[in-house]
């Protein structure tokens, strides 16, 4: 059985013994909910990896209460990493820096390079103080499948396969973060989030992207399919490419109303951000893939949103989830 542990003194205080234990904790951060391990601990890491059935060539970001502690275990750290860390930590950055001797293999998946990030959500936050270690954390779902942005989200994929799961509510981002390795100093982006390209040339100037750091895929930021719903899923860019309504269909409309010919119709409609706030679509997204994948329906139609800023990594998780097996 998963524990479930309110995000209180007494709560904390049993997420940090499990963790201490090599135990498995799931636990909200403001982008998705984490599924943390010590990360000085390969054989409580190696328990991540199975909980979630996720491939050991996929790394694990390790999460710390501090700059000054994330960068203690990077071997070197450019001057464009440190920008950006001043900008954005706390926050729902990942930095890839070359690793320290101390961070084991199974956490980077071999590669030479350790993914870091200081998160910003106050139940993190006490978690990493109180338990004074490293904490690996991935999503907390079953590889490949839907991110969970609620504790009851995680209890869908995990229950019973994990120790505990701090509840602190639903998550603000709803996305994963932005992950940005170096190369020669310069920024690359191998993986949109949270924080946008635009964001982070604002600072640095020129930032590559997708690039081939290494010579293998790094999943999920470079898999094709990831982020799955079961149900079959359609991307349209324009309201004027979406077939007729069906009762059979569940449509998602990421930004702006839904279409008047589509109110009728469907067996379900949702507008995430009626607004047009990407920051709102966003934070419901991964909810409303799931809502909808619970509907019933057959097929989900979703229309996408412009290609710029937030709306870079919101289409690049549906087009993830799109790809079929
Ligand atoms: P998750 O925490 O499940 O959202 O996924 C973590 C992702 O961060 C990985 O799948 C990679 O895309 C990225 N990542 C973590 N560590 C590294 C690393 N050392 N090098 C490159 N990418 C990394
Ligand atoms: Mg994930």
Same mark, same amino acid.
């Given at each position: 059985?998963?524990?479930?542990?309110?995000?209180?003194?007494?709560?904390?205080?049993?997420?940090? !013994?499990?963790? #201490?234990?090599?135990?498995?904790?799931?636990?909200?951060t403001e !982008?998705?909910?984490?599924?943390?391990?010590?990360? %000085?601990?390969?054989?409580?890491? +190696?328990?991540?990896?199975?909980?979630?059935?996720?491939?050991?060539?996929?790394?694990?970001?390790?999460?710390?209460?501090?700059?000054?502690?994330a960068f203690?275990?990077?071997?070197?750290?450019?001057?464009?990493?440190?920008?950006?860390?001043?900008?954005?930590?706390? *926050?729902?950055? /990942?930095?890839?820096?070359?690793?320290?001797?101390? @961070?084991?293999? @199974?956490?980077?998946?071999?590669?030479?390079?350790? *993914?870091?990030?200081?998160?910003?959500?106050?139940?993190?936050?006490?978690?990493?103080?109180?338990? *004074?270690?490293?904490?690996?954390?991935?999503?907390?779902?079953?590889?490949?499948?839907?991110?969970?942005?609620?504790?009851?989200?995680?209890?869908?994929?995990?229950? *019973?396969?994990?120790?505990? =799961?701090?509840?602190?509510?639903?998550?603000?981002?709803?996305?994963?973060? !932005?992950? =940005?390795?170096?190369?020669?100093? #310069?920024?690359?982006?191998?993986?949109?989030?949270? @924080? /946008? #390209?635009?964001?982070?040339?604002?600072?640095?100037?020129?930032?590559?992207?997708?690039?081939?750091?290494?010579?293998?895929?790094?999943?999920?930021?470079?898999?094709?399919?990831?982020?799955? !719903? #079961?149900?079959?899923?359609? %991307?349209?860019?324009?309201?004027?490419?979406?077939?007729?309504?069906?009762?059979?269909?569940?449509?998602? =409309?990421?930004a702006g109303?839904?279409?008047?010919?589509?109110?009728?119709?469907?067996?379900?409609?949702?507008?995430?951000?009626?607004?047009? $706030?990407?920051?709102?679509?966003?934070?419901?997204?991964?909810?409303?893939?799931?809502? +909808?994948?619970? $509907?019933?329906?057959?097929?989900?139609?979703?229309?996408?949103?412009?290609? $710029?800023?937030?709306?870079?990594?919101?289409?690049?998780?549906?087009?993830?989830?799109?790809?079929?097996?």
């Amino acid at each position: 059985m998963t524990r479930q542990l309110a995000p209180d003194p007494k709560g904390l205080d049993a997420a940090a !013994t499990i963790l #201490r234990s090599g135990g498995l904790v799931a636990m909200p951060t403001e !982008t998705v909910y984490g599924l943390a391990a010590n990360a %000085l601990n390969p054989v409580a890491v +190696a328990r991540i990896f199975e909980a979630k059935r996720r491939p050991s060539f996929d790394p694990l970001i390790v999460h710390l209460p501090s700059a000054e502690q994330a960068f203690a275990l990077a071997t070197s750290v450019p001057d464009a990493a440190r920008r950006l860390a001043a900008a954005f930590w706390p *926050g729902p950055l /990942t930095l890839v820096l070359p690793r320290a001797a101390i @961070i084991p293999d @199974i956490v980077a998946a071999e590669l030479p390079t350790v *993914g870091l990030r200081v998160p910003a959500h106050p139940v993190a936050r006490q978690l990493l103080e109180r338990v *004074g270690l490293p904490l690996a954390a991935p999503s907390a779902n079953l590889f490949g499948f839907v991110s969970p942005t609620s504790a009851a989200h995680v209890l869908d994929g995990l229950d *019973g396969r994990i120790d505990a =799961v701090l509840d602190g509510g639903t998550c603000a981002h709803g996305l994963e973060s !932005t992950v =940005v390795a170096f190369e020669e100093g #310069r920024p690359i982006i191998l993986r949109h989030g949270a @924080i /946008t #390209r635009e964001q982070i040339a604002a600072l640095c100037g020129a930032v590559g992207e997708g690039a081939r750091v290494l010579e293998r895929p790094l999943a999920p930021g470079q898999l094709a399919r990831h982020y799955a !719903t #079961r149900t079959p899923l359609r %991307l349209f860019d324009r309201a004027d490419q979406l077939p007729e309504p069906a009762a059979t269909a569940a449509l998602i =409309v990421i930004a702006g109303s839904i279409p008047d010919a589509h109110r009728k119709g469907n067996l379900s409609t949702r507008a995430l951000a009626p607004s047009g $706030s990407l920051t709102e679509a966003a934070a419901s997204l991964f909810a409303a893939l799931r809502e +909808a994948d619970a $509907s019933g329906a057959s097929e989900l139609r979703i229309l996408t949103c412009d290609d $710029s800023g937030l709306g870079r990594a919101i289409n690049d998780r549906l087009r993830r989830a799109a790809v079929r097996a």
